[in-house]
């Protein structure tokens, strides 16, 4: 993945290196107009207070007196830079000073570890929320086939434990009941199948109507997965609300209820956005995360880190999902941070142990063969089918997603959740592999065939005579050409079914889905190549490896391997997909054919359409999202795509000429969210940069603290602050940015475009001759590259 970490000056120079930058072509400019100006400048700009040059505005102790400076407002982005800065000087500051007392050395200790203990209490919190998740859809999973007399709470396989027979018929022993036997009738039979089948509608439906009536009233933003709202908060744009108690408390419960209602939906993506909750919520225990945006986002990638790593338990897939998919900042630290949230995370799960199992993985297989050579053909022939189920589902789910966002059908929320659950559950009962859960349908996939499945799957033509004997080769029998039939059907359902079903108005994830599409269609595959070897098992394909008589090919890791084709061509992950996957399954030696595959399915999804699911609903949505992977290959400059254009007036403050008056007229005027200051508005020569929040709270807080001020008193941005007759003059050099990032008009928009990326710009300040010229926002550069490759520029959602 390129490196695009916003990285300002190290701490060693950002006390020099931006403010001489700064400095020079500030004086250079304002040299040539008026000299006095420039030599008054400099003695403010090095008497300022501590001896650290103003750099950004809200950077030193001294502004914090200023309530709500350095904060943003909804729906705008973040300047990485300026938060950034402001912490190495609040670091500098406790590190100076630690040598005064033991009091401040404990207050430096402490904010040398509150990162540490802060992605603790994040993966502890993960851990325990996901415990809790998965116990609850299991518990309510069961409930749509019956229940546990003897201890209601207890899921069907919790109430078979105490239970002392030995075979099970379809998972039901004696202890549990079913809702026929609780109204008389037998297990089997036509009446008990329609009691049955109503039951299983009923609470399908009763669950869909909770989850979707509780995401409607108290939480809208716990809808979906949550992970293009995630990359694009890391990004640094403002999303109020999307992370805070409430969703993270709707989105839990909704998700539980949403699962057992057997949607086609998993619980995956949406973890991650409930540890990302967590991580929000715990950065306020610790103001140097809580009060910095910047700073918050290395918290919320590790929590990302840890959601992923307790959907799946795969701690290591986690930080690579976390670092490939969905951060924009990714620092070392943050690495280890991530590594240490997801490990914790983990830990805590597998102590919770909700799958009850000696393992903390999903589905957990041990395949006693290896892999042939030539099986690598097939494996690619499956990344290239997932390749293109990925590329079907994506433009499908788009399509239906924005004729639901631009039609009557978006007014109706709740009511299209009810018609898609009763439709899945009419349709998923009668197929015993829809009707199932859907992780326990890739478990069963995934598996390999021995003495103890009783699955038409595995009806082959055997006679096991000694249990530890290898499993010879066999044909297949009946069942497992009827069970390819019922499974070819599951395929297009829950294809069909995901489309609808991913993007209503309940917390819905994608991975599981995924996945069970691929290992539906690998293992069909995977039983033809196996039926080919035991037809012709002399042919050169084979090279020797089938003549013995031993089964050579596993179905359940052509599964496995077309698990992992669909669910990379659906994200576009590759690397933190391979390691996802085989922790999720334990198949270490299966490295290669993963690989092949998520690397054909890749290739094809990139082929057939540019976007994977998540960039594509981002686009949909209009968040203000620069991906660092794509490419500006257009020729246009800096003059072209800046604000005003050439013929228009620029809105700007002088540094010294105008009133309280003119500031705030302007203020009403005007919506932008910041103004360039300059020396005069003849000279137009630049001064610095102010943010319009800044000047709000800076006019409130001089009205209410500072004796005189009235309309008339003048605003100074630099220079000595004059006694005059009248008002006095109001000071405010401390919200002002004296080293704004600036860029000439004749500079290529691909470097421009570059710099918001990999800088986390706000805005740059367009110049010629060290005049100012305009302004170019991160809403103008998407709007450019929206304009340029003939997309409406219109749809960029901003405040």
């Known amino acids: 993945m390129v490196d695009i970490t916003p990285r300002p000056h190290s701490a060693a120079d950002s006390n020099t290196t931006p403010t001489n930058h700064g400095t020079f072509q500030l004086y250079e400019h304002s040299g040539r107009n008026s000299n006095a100006s420039a030599n008054s400048f400099i003695a403010q700009y090095f008497s300022s207070s501590a001896g650290d040059a103003v750099i950004f505005p809200g950077m030193q102790g001294d502004t914090d007196d200023i309530p709500g400076i350095g904060q943003y407002d909804d729906f705008h982005t973040i300047d990485w830079q300026r938060d950034i800065a402001r912490d190495r000087m609040r670091h500098r500051y406790i590190v ?136 694009t908060i890391l990004s640094g744009f403002i999303i109020r609300g999307y992370l805070g108690k409430w969703t993270l408390i709707i989105k839990v419960v909704g998700l539980i209820l949403s699962v057992s209602a057997g949607l086609s939906l998993g619980k995956e993506g949406p973890m991650v956005h409930i540890a990302s909750c967590l991580g929000n919520i715990l950065s306020y225990l610790f103001p140097k995360y809580g009060r910095n945006e910047a700073k918050k986002r290395e918290i919320l990638s590790a929590a990302a880190a840890a959601g992923v790593s307790v959907a799946f338990g795969a701690p290591i897939g986690g930080v690579l999902f976390s670092l490939e998919e969905v951060s924009y900042y990714f620092p070392l630290k943050t690495l280890w941070r ?103 349908l890739i478990y069963l996939l995934f598996n390999q065939c021995g003495i103890s499945n009783s699955d038409p799957l595995c009806d082959y033509n055997r006679n096991f005579t000694d249990v ?54 690998g293992r069909i595959v995977g039983i033809g190549v196996e039926q080919l070897a035991y037809n012709y098992p002399k042919i050169w394909l084979f090279s020797g490896e089938c003549s013995t008589g031993d089964d ?132 137009q020569y630049l001064v610095g940069f102010v943010l319009r929040r800044d000047l709000n709270l800076a006019i409130a807080n001089a009205r209410r603290t500072i004796e005189g001020i009235t309309g008339q008193s003048v605003v100074i941005f630099a220079g000595p602050v004059q006694n005059q007759p009248g008002p006095p003059s109001l000071p405010l050099n401390r919200i002002l940015d004296m080293a704004p990032i600036t860029v000439t008009d004749q500079t290529p928009m691909e470097t421009v475009v570059d710099m918001f990326r990999k800088l986390g710009l706000r805005q740059t300040l367009v110049t010629h001759n060290g005049r100012l010229l305009g302004v170019i926002t991160k809403k103008d550069v998407l709007r450019h590259v929206k304009q340029m490759d003939n997309e409406d520029p219109n749809s960029v959602l901003f405040n």
């Open 338 to 440: 991530s590594f240490f949230c997801a490990l914790i995370a983990a830990f805590i799960l597998r102590s919770i142990n909700p799958f009850g199992n000696e393992h903390s993985v999903l589905f957990f297989v041990e395949y006693n063969k290896p892999w042939i050579f030539f099986e690598l053909i097939p494996f690619v022939g499956l990344g290239i089918i997932g390749g293109c189920i990925a590329t079907i589902f994506i433009k499908a789910n788009i399509y239906w997603c924005r004729y639901r966002k631009y039609s009557k059908l978006g007014q109706y929320p709740v009511t299209e959740v009810l018609v898609v659950t009763l439709v899945t559950a009419i349709i998923a009962y009668p197929n015993p592999y829809t009707r199932m859960n859907t992780s326990q």
């Open 96 to 231: 100076k000073k630690r040598q005064d007392s033991l009091w401040d050395l404990i207050k430096g200790a402490h904010d040398a570890w509150s990162g540490w203990v802060c992605v603790l209490l994040v993966g502890v919190c993960t851990g325990v929320v996901a415990g809790v998740i998965d116990i609850g859809a299991s518990w309510m999973t069961d409930l749509k086939f019956g229940i546990c007399p003897q201890a209601f709470w207890f899921n069907r396989e919790q109430c078979c434990w105490s239970n002392d027979e030995i075979t099970f018929d379809h998972g039901n022993c004696s202890e549990w009941m079913t809702w026929p036997q609780l109204f008389g009738e037998s297990r089997d039979g036509p009446g008990a199948y329609i009691i049955s089948y109503l039951f299983y509608i009923i609470w399908a439906l009763l669950f869909a109507a909770l989850s979707a009536s509780l995401v409607r009233m108290f939480a809208p933003y716990a809808c979906g997965s949550g992970i293009p709202e995630i990359k």
């Open 552 to 683: 050579c090919i596993t179905p359940g890791l052509y599964a496995m391997v077309g698990a992992a084709a669909v669910l990379g061509g659906v994200t576009r992950m590759t690397v933190s997909l391979v390691v996802i996957m085989f922790e999720l399954t334990g198949g270490v030696r299966y490295i290669v054919p993963l690989m092949a595959a998520a690397m054909a399915s890749k290739w094809v999804g990139d082929a057939l359409g540019r976007q994977g699911i998540y960039d594509a609903h981002i686009a949909l949505n209009g968040y203000p999202f620069l991906d660092s992977k794509d490419e500006f290959q257009h020729t246009s400059l800096a003059a072209d795509v800046m604000q005003p254009k050439r013929n228009e007036t620029l809105a700007v403050i002088t540094q010294d000429s105008m009133t309280v008056d003119d500031v705030e007229t302007l203020l009403k005027e005007t919506e932008h969210n910041g103004y360039p200051v300059v020396v005069s508005k003849e000279s």
């Open 468 to 521: 530890n004997s290898a499993i010879e080769k066999a044909a297949a029998g009946p069942g497992v050409y009827q069970a390819i039939w019922l499974l070819l059907l599951a395929l297009i359902l829950k294809l069909v079914m995901t489309i609808f079903t991913f993007g209503i108005k309940v917390p819905c994830g994608l991975f599981i889905p995924s996945l069970a599409l691929g290992a539906i269609a």
